[in-house]
């Protein structure tokens, strides 16, 4: 089985500041993990993704993540907020086990708010 | 290239009716997977399609069904409906069942009065 927390339900941060929202995962298999984030009436838009390579992760618009796996964390980071990232934002896992068909498992999400 | 579409918009349905949801998958992509996510919930995986088989399913009831047809969009049908079932209906389709990326829709929002 497989799960996400998601640490935070709320992060507020002011623009220029840095970005720091936390995800731990549970997994019986070696998983992939994304970011993925929804902005008001849009679709979920993937911001980057953990397949087992390199564990520091680049995604877009600044974002990276990086795997720990001792710590089962996938923390997603960014130097400098900017108004534009405010949004929800969602820690996803899908298991490596191959089995069944391959449904991600997201977290509850977490609301980056950015103030002026 | 267009990306994946989802139809309609919104919907209002009464308790106990029936509704049928809609999704193109983006160009060249054979897999599609359904997720229903409530307000201020992350989305929960209801099924996904591929080749126009039902490749697994999540956590949910008979009530909710689908289909994929020859050009691999889809339906997702649910039966029955309930208050509870009033959610943001998302769609994603990738390359092939397996680990590759899902590319999602925008969703269609149904309210069940």
């Known amino acids: 089985a497989q799960s996400v927390t998601q640490l935070d339900s709320h992060v507020s941060v002011s623009e220029g500041t840095p970005v720091l929202l936390r995800c731990n995962y549970s997994?019986?298999?070696?998983?992939?993990l994304f970011w993925y984030v929804q902005h008001p009436n849009k679709g979920l838009q993937l911001l980057l993704k953990y397949t087992s390579a390199a564990t520091l992760v680049k995604g877009i618009n600044g974002f990276e993540a990086e795997f720990k796996k001792s710590e089962t964390s996938f923390h997603l980071t960014k130097p400098s907020a900017h108004m534009s990232d405010a949004a929800e934002y969602f820690c996803v896992v899908r298991d490596g086990s191959g089995g069944g068909a391959d449904g991600l498992t997201f977290g509850k999400g977490t609301h980056l708010i950015i103030q002026p | 290239e267009t990306g994946v579409t989802q139809s309609p918009t919104h919907l209002i349905k009464t308790r106990g009716q029936q509704v049928t949801l809609r999704c193109s998958s983006q160009?060249?992509?054979?897999?599609v997977s359904w997720y229903q996510q409530a307000l201020g919930q992350g989305p929960q995986f209801i099924f996904q399609y591929y080749r126009e088989e039902e490749n697994g399913r999540g956590n949910f009831p008979p009530r909710f069904s689908g289909l994929q047809f020859p050009n691999y969009s889809s339906e997702l049908n649910v039966n029955a409906l309930e208050l509870d079932d009033s959610a943001l209906y998302l769609c994603a389709s990738s390359l092939s069942a397996g680990l590759y990326e899902q590319y999602f829709g925008p969703g269609t929002r149904l309210t069940v009065t």
């Open positions: 160009s060249g992509h054979n897999t």
């Open positions: 997994s019986s298999y070696s998983p992939s």
